[in-house]
């Protein structure tokens, strides 16, 4: 299995799995791209880390005309678990 991590910006990093990409900022994952479907957490953090989910959303589907799921933390965190 191949992990690669991208540093994108000022605390904002994105971590390339097997099975999908998973936005950082800070410490903490906060969005994902998974089987062509991307979740961002319904938790809502700091102005910047919003400013860095807009960007990375734009980054991963530059016609902004994919479907961003709301879903659970738990369910942003699950998905960095490699089976």
Do not use: C, P
């Amino acid at each position: 299995m191949k992990v690669s991590l991208k540093v994108l910006g000022s605390n904002m990093t994105e971590l390339v799995l097997s099975s999908g990409t998973v936005l950082f900022s800070y410490e903490t994952a906060v969005a994902a791209k998974k089987a062509g479907l991307l979740y961002v957490s319904n938790v809502r953090y700091s102005n910047t880390t919003e400013r860095h989910i807009k960007k990375w959303l734009k980054h991963v589907d530059e016609k902004m005309n994919m479907v961003v799921y709301k879903v659970s933390q738990d369910e942003i965190d699950a998905m960095l678990h490699v089976n």
